[in-house]
């Protein structure tokens, strides 16, 4: 089955699609359709799945809801992400609000993933690599809240804190008072209304298809690394992420 099938299979509020195929740039096909928006797009990279792409976010600009979404315990988000760089400092992967809904945040060198809703929280320390995709899970029952990477959960903690039931969702950014932020390509962005149990959680890391794969971003010329300066090249489709960073 693909990646797209076993998600919608799971029925989720949003599934939000980067540069997929059918071209579009936060496509939306969960049940309840949403924008998501930035002042910054650098699309068309590929991402874990060989049908879907993915999006590059600074240290500037993220993706961010573009209304609140009326969601309450349960919950579940799920992203891809790919690390560029190293994990000094604290550097946002997702949250809602920033306080009052289950926050993704990565803290230090040692790769530390950080969950918390609503003051109640879980640490873990994960064994996330830069250059490398990575599948995060974050899921809130109302009573228990719980960690997961690559399709393994790495916490689970008694939670039992009341959640708004109005946020904005950010990616790669905090989507209320700006704060921090992470440089990082973004893929096959969830949230669902319910608690993701495990073993659906392992289905979906494990219906990528292409975990493994360095993203390229489809160009018709070339960065010089030395000068920045962008040489056209026609048929050229082969400038990687590190590449095109220059630009920014």
């Known amino acids: 089955m693909s990646y797209p099938s076993v998600v919608l299979a799971d029925s989720p509020l949003h599934f939000w699609r980067l540069s997929d195929g059918s071209g579009q740039i936060c496509h939306d096909i969960g049940s309840s359709k949403h924008l998501l928006a930035s ?3 650098a699309l068309g990279y590929t ?11 600074d240290s500037q600009f993220g993706l961010v809801s573009g209304e609140s979404l009326a969601l309450v315990a349960p919950v579940s ?11 000094a400092g604290t550097q946002v992967i997702f949250a809602w609000d920033n306080t009052t809904a289950p926050s993704l945040v990565l803290t230090n060198t040692a790769g530390v993933v950080q969950a918390s809703v609503s003051g109640c929280g879980a640490t873990v320390a994960f064994s996330m690599t830069s250059e490398a995709w990575h599948h995060l899970v974050v899921t809130y029952s109302g009573a228990f809240l719980a960690i997961y990477e690559d399709g393994v959960q790495k916490s689970l903690v008694a939670c039992g804190t009341a959640m708004a039931t109005s946020h904005l969702i950010g990616f790669g950014v905090q989507p209320v008072g700006g704060g921090f932020k992470a440089n990082s390509l973004f893929s096959e962005l969830a949230v669902y209304p319910t608690a993701l149990t495990s073993a659906q959680v392992s289905a979906h890391f494990a219906a990528a298809d292409q975990v493994a794969s360095v993203p390229v971003h489809l160009s018709t010329g070339k960065i010089d690394l030395t000068t920045g300066g962008f040489t056209s090249i026609i048929g050229d489709t082969t400038d990687i992420l590190k590449s095109v960073r220059k630009v920014y």
């Open 77 to 87: 988000v799920e992203c891809w992400v790919w690390w560029e760089g190293t994990f």
């Open 47 to 57: 991402g874990p799945c060989s049908d879907g792409g993915a999006a590059l976010t």
């Open 39 to 41: 002042s910054f797009y």
